[in-house]
């Protein structure tokens, strides 16, 4: 069974303290990541995606990368307004119609 | 392009009543998708449709049915709303490219409370 687990649960860090988010997957054969942010109130916003061991992306203060087991997702000199909900997901060679299995979200607080 | 919108945002239903979310999207994207999301549970998804023309469950399709009216809109209905169904109801649509799936967009969500 596919599955995604994201941690921590929730980070608290002060603006410009560097850290790092974590998914973990189990996917029979991952055929993409995908990170999301979710502002309180609103609908995932999509950041990246990735396909295969060793990519990253890169969007301001965030950077994805992406292992055989996990993709972590860095924020560099984190401001206020990157506060939210971090989710991960991934696409497997099971889950047929394009279905995304996603973790629980790591909410990201981060104070001036 | 207003991406994917969803109506209604609110929605308070008493035990026992029907309604219709109802979903649009201007991407021209064939797949399009409901989820619900609970405090500590994630997003789950109920249906999705693959295609114009097909339909098919998620992992909690209990309750729900949709329809796909047509390449832009996809809808959600309840028949006999249960407070278990008190949710955050999410619709997005998401596009493919030689054959490969690729990410999803999500629209504002309607948040419906069973009493």
Same mark, same amino acid.
């Given at each position: ?8 649960? /929730?980070?608290?860090?002060? *603006?410009? !303290? ?9 996917? =029979?054969? @991952? ?21 295969? /061991?060793?990519?990253?992306? *890169?969007? !301001? ?9 996990? =993709?972590? @997702? ?39 | ?115």
């Amino acid at each position: 069974e596919d599955q995604v687990t994201q941690s921590p649960e /929730a980070l608290r860090l002060q *603006e410009g !303290e560097s850290s790092s988010l974590n998914c973990s997957y189990t996917v =029979s054969g @991952l055929r993409g990541l995908f990170w999301y942010r979710q502002d309180p109130g609103k609908g995932p916003e999509f950041l990246f995606t990735l396909y295969s /061991a060793g990519e990253e992306k *890169e969007k !301001e203060r965030l950077k994805a990368t992406l292992t055989k087991k996990e =993709s972590f @997702l860095h924020i560099t000199a984190p401001k206020p307004e990157d506060s939210a909900t971090y989710l991960c997901a991934v696409l497997s060679n099971y889950n047929q119609g394009g279905k995304l299995i996603f973790g629980q979200g790591t909410e990201l607080s981060v104070k001036p | 392009n207003a991406g994917v919108t969803q109506t209604p945002k609110f929605q308070v239903l008493k035990t026992g009543q029907s309604m219709t979310l109802q979903c649009a999207q201007d991407m021209n994207h064939n797949s399009m998708y409901w989820y619900r999301q609970d405090p500590g549970m994630g997003l789950r998804l109920i249906y999705y449709s693959a295609s114009e023309g097909t339909t098919d469950k998620g992992e909690v399709p209990n309750g729900y049915n949709v329809s796909r009216l047509n390449k832009r809109e996809f809808s959600l209905r309840l028949e006999s709303a249960a407070p278990s169904q008190t949710s955050v109801y999410f619709c997005a649509s998401g596009w493919t490219s030689g054959g490969a799936w690729n990410e999803q967009f999500f629209g504002p969500g309607t948040r419906l409370t069973v009493l």
